[in-house]
């Protein structure tokens, strides 16, 4: 990031994948050179992007730090700056701020099974811990990825889930709320799957992304399955401006979700005030 934390980087958007209707992923490359080769992030980790004229949005980095020279990051489009970022060609310059907040605390997760647990757009920030713990996949125990969406034109990531299944020891569960012609996967929300999958929470940790109801559930079903709360991780997804802990746009009791999150444990989470 530049000395100044409120000037974004100049990024040009290399590439564009629409991933369902309305989720397309930029794939950036720094202007700037000496940025481009000293940017260094972390999974879990979040920007702040802006379309010249139009606004500053944030979105999480869904790319791995073990894939350097780019970020990606996947824009569901519902307002302004993401309506104008879909607008964007490729070529087009975005500005980047970046990076912010904390991130998942994968050393912690080292000789563990992992449940990666995703709703729609909420595989964003999951995909750049799952693709950077198959990256490492030897430090890991089983890797589960359970992951939903409304229909099965709305499942992100599609063209990887063949490399996903392909990692040893990984398995992926796929599974939407409304059944489909072109359809042979599972039907159902993700949290009744989850409870039929009903994964062991011995030395086991569940990461969880997506829409409120689903972690509501999610987090219900996995304390039902004896999951303690220190097993368990999601990541908050407040209305942020500076994205740096000064604006107190974010904040939830004395903490600030840009600067403090948005990684969280269960454990955590029980400690703040009712208002998230
Ligand atoms: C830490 C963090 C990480 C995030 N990561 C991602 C990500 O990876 N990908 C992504 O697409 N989004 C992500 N978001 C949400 C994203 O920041 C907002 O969707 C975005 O700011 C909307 O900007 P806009 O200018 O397009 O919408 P605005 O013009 O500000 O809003 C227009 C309308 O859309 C509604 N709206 C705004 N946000 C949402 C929303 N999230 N869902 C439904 N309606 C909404 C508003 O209430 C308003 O009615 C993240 C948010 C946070 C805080
Ligand atoms: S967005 Fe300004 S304090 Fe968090």
Redesign the pocket.
């Known amino acids: 990031m530049c000395d100044n934390p409120y000037i974004p980087d100049l990024a040009v958007i290399e590439s564009i994948v629409q991933e369902t209707p309305d989720t397309r992923t930029f794939r950036a490359v720094f202007a700037d050179e000496y940025i481009r080769k000293q940017f260094a992030y972390e999974p879990g980790q979040?920007q702040q992007v802006s379309v010249f004229g139009v606004?500053e949005?944030?979105?999480?980095l869904?790319s791995t730090p073990t894939r350097s020279g780019f970020i990606e990051?996947?824009?569901?489009r519902?307002?302004?700056?993401?309506?104008a970022l879909h607008e964007m060609p490729e070529g087009a310059m975005v500005g980047i701020r970046a990076p912010m907040g904390n991130h998942f605390p994968y050393e912690q997760f080292k000789g563990k099974d992992l449940w990666f647990i995703g709703g729609g757009?909420g595989m964003?920030p999951l995909r750049s811990l799952l693709n950077f713990c198959l990256d490492g996949r030897a430090d890991y125990g089983r890797i589960n990825i359970l992951y939903g969406a409304r229909s099965p034109e709305d499942l992100c990531y599609s063209a990887e889930f063949s490399v996903w299944q392909a990692s040893p020891d990984t398995r992926l569960f796929l599974t939407v709320d409304k059944d489909d012609p072109s359809w042979t996967g599972n039907v159902g929300f993700v949290p009744a799957c989850l409870t039929d999958l009903a994964p062991s929470p011995q030395n086991a940790v569940a990461i969880t992304c997506g829409p409120p109801i689903m972690i509501k559930y999610v987090l219900q079903n996995l304390l039902k399955l004896g999951f303690a709360d220190e097993q368990i991780y999601t990541?908050l997804?407040?209305?942020?401006k500076c994205g740096i802990g000064k604006c107190g746009r974010c904040n939830i009791g004395p903490l600030y979700v840009c600067a403090d999150g948005?990684i969280f444990s269960c454990a955590q989470l029980k400690e703040l005030p009712p208002e998230h």
């Not at 519902?78 to 309506?83: F, L, W």
């Open positions: 979040f606004g949005a944030t979105f999480c869904t990051f996947s824009v569901k519902v307002g302004s700056v993401t309506g757009i964003a990541t997804e407040m209305k942020m948005p």
